[in-house]
């Protein structure tokens, strides 16, 4: 069935910007696996008699989407990978069974091994200095992994994007909701088939022993003994299970590696890894870093290069609507509090609980559910699917949804971890749905869609056992939304659209309370969301805990670092800042060793917004700049500053 979509997709990107490779040559190479077969490769090299390290590219998509120099659509692994024609060849493979390695087709080989054998086989070409590394997204992500828990001796490092290594439940429903579109698309990549949705996701739509035999089968953090670079994005398909993978690793791996692995988590959606855009916001500061890291991880680990990357932060994450970079050893470990924001009557959020007892209804159609927009979908033979951040204008327009918005916010809400939405609901079916889309609501009106989530109310006890609604009675539904990083700024709006279907990202409930997929009549349910002293519906945000921003409205300084840019930089950089009072402001610029390097003191600045310049011969690296109110310690700003070579 692939075939059939690749074909049109080569004539489609054949006239898109073409990559690095296009000025290489290439060579076809066929590589021996244990059981006689062979796998088809393609060497690029500006130089076969030269030995150099390799990067192993693994991809199940088809090799010639690069040997024809096109831009490699978003599942394929992206636009580019990271190329240094001088420094490195590059060897990228067929999976077996797939395209050229197509005739070595055997559902009981071992993908691992497969990597396993490529790499050793690599690793005594005269054009391999012995020293090998592998590159690759999402499914090409998959293989390293399987490929590094073999061990080969000749691998060195991996660098896997937007891809969890573990195998759950989470990866086909979401609260107890299928993931429709996300597993139609891996039908069509060929990755399942209708009898595996049968036979194997319909028959446990519980997280049932089945699924937790696959996850412990596909749970194996501690078979990894290579440094690994994990890339990841805010609006990818699965943010939770990347940062949970790479805690994992960081714990579990070999004691030799355990300090060296290292994350990057961007503003990207799934596709667009290394991208400056995301939906329809832009974020200039995003454009090539994660394969700027790469080349980075790559130098120090295959060629020696002395480049500070042992320096680099462990885990660096974006901060969105502030569109800063940010470090952390553990983003588990972020200092947050917890902050509510209560539902009222006609779409209030606020940070005081309702002090009356209330409810909102609307209906909801199984035959027309509210459509998805934007997030995390995943629709690769549609490259006009919106995904990312979108406006979710057309959503809010409908009667099927509630809205619940902040009052303008007064200061910065900054949020960095796990959201959830915690509701009182009622209903006169058996079973339905509550679906969350949770927005940044910008001061032009745009409703941004930052994270959603859904919950089958039928699974709201437990995910391991289905309990039934009883009609009209008032019960408590939890949402979980994914992980996020998000700053709403001053003078924006957070906001969540309560509705009981997200199409089709997730499918339809039929609210007939039957056995789940299965055929049966539809019925219409009428929804309704309670509030007040009984029913405290809300948004549970986890506030970072080291800016006191105390509620929303309340102001609690008046200096605030803004933005610095360019950022990463090469020394050179701007930082724009305001300040509501006549005062002086210092700036010191320390190492991770706590040294100030550069450091700038003036006396006196007036109310209102400012930017000042910074120019100092810094070595590549990570530094943290600290602005201050002269004379006081409460109104201390700190953000972090990356300087590259």
């Known amino acids: 069935m692939l075939l059939r979509y690749i074909s049109p997709l080569l004539i489609l990107f054949a006239i898109a910007a073409s990559t ?51 831009q490699i659509p978003g599942y394929a692994g992206g636009a580019t990978f990271p190329t240094d024609t001088l420094h490195y060849n590059y060897v990228i493979v067929d999976w077996r069974g797939r395209f050229a390695s197509q005739d070595a087709a055997d559902p009981q080989a071992k993908r691992g091994e497969d990597g396993y054998d490529a790499v050793e086989w690599i690793a005594e070409q005269p054009w391999c200095n012995g020293a090998v590394g592998t590159w690759g997204a999402s499914a090409l ?10 061990q080969p001796p000749h691998l060195v490092c991996c660098v896997p994007l937007v891809k969890d290594y573990k195998s759950k439940y989470d990866d086909f429903y979401y609260g107890g909701a299928f993931r429709y579109e996300h597993v139609e698309a891996l039908k069509t990549l060929g990755f399942y088939t209708d009898q595996t949705v049968e036979n194997l996701i319909f028959a446990n739509p519980s997280y049932n022993n089945t699924w937790k035999f696959v996850e412990a089968t596909t749970d194996y953090p501690d078979e ?147 459509p998805s927009i934007g997030a995390s979908r995943f629709t690769p033979f549609n490259p006009v699917t919106p995904i990312g951040p979108q406006d979710q204008a057309p959503v ?54 930052m994270t959603d989530g859904i919950k089958r109310a039928r699974f709201r006890e437990s995910l391991e056992q289905e309990q039934l609604l009883t009609p009209g009675e008032v019960t408590r539904v939890s949402i979980e939304l994914q992980n996020l990083a998000i700053t709403f700024k001053q003078g924006h709006r957070l906001r969540i659209i309560v509705s009981s279907s997200d199409y089709p990202r997730f499918n339809t409930n039929p609210n007939n309370g039957g056995t789940l997929y299965q055929p049966g009549d539809t019925l219409v349910a009428t929804n309704a969301i309670h509030y007040g002293p ?18 929303p409205g309340e102001v609690s300084g008046d200096f605030m670092i803004q933005s610095i840019y360019p950022n990463p930089s090469r020394g050179a950089f701007s930082v724009s800042f305001s300040t509501s009072t006549l005062q002086g402001i210092s700036f010191h610029l320390h190492d991770l060793m706590g040294r100030v390097v550069l450091e700038q003191s003036y006396d006196s600045f007036s109310p209102g917004e400012h930017t000042l310049e910074f120019t100092s011969a810094l070595a590549p690296g990570v530094y943290v700049l600290e602005g201050a109110q002269a004379g006081t310690h409460n109104a201390v700003q700190r953000r972090m500053v990356l300087v590259t070579p």
């Open 20 to 70: 690095a490779l296009a000025q290489w040559g290439y060579s076809e190479r066929a590589i021996p696996m244990r059981d006689g077969k062979y796998l088809a490769a393609d060497l690029y090299s500006i130089d076969t008699t030269v030995a150099k390290p390799v990067i192993l590219i693994q991809t199940p998509y088809n090799k010639e989407f690069y040997r024809l120099a096109i």
């Open 141 to 150: 992500g998959q293989a390293q992994y399987e490929t590094a828990r073999e």
């Open 224 to 370: 990894f003994a290579v440094p690994m670079l994990i890339i990841g994005g805010w609006f990818d398909h699965f943010p939770d299970g990347i940062l949970r993978a790479f805690h994992d690793i960081r714990e579990e791996s070999a004691p030799a590696v355990r300090d060296k692995h290292k994350l990057i988590y961007g503003p990207w959606i799934h596709g667009g890894v290394n991208a400056e855009t995301a939906g329809i916001l832009t974020y200039p500061n995003a454009k090539g870093v994660a394969h700027e890291a790469a080349l980075r991880f790559f130098d120090f680990y295959l060629r020696g290069v002395e480049n500070a990357w042992e320096s680099e932060p462990i885990l660096r994450y974006y901060q969105l609507g502030e569109n800063q970079w940010r470090s952390t050893d553990n983003f588990y470990e972020l200092p947050t509090t917890e902050f509510s924001l209560y539902l009222g009557p006609n779409g209030v959020l606020s940070a005081t609980p309702e002090a009356v007892e209330g409810s909102e209804s609307y209906q909801y159609d199984p035959q027309d559910p509210s």
């Open 396 to 449: 809010e327009a409908r009667d099927d949804v509630l809205i619940y918005s902040s009052d303008v916010l007064e200061q910065d809400l900054v949020v960095q971890g796990s959201i959830s939405v915690e509701l009182y609901i009622s209903s006169d079916r058996l079973d339905t749905d509550f679906a969350i889309r949770l927005c940044d609501v910008f001061p032009d009106g745009q409703s941004i869609i």
């Open 534 to 551: 009984q029913y405290p519906s809300r948004v549970i945000l986890p506030k970072d805990a080291s800016v006191n921003i105390g509620s």
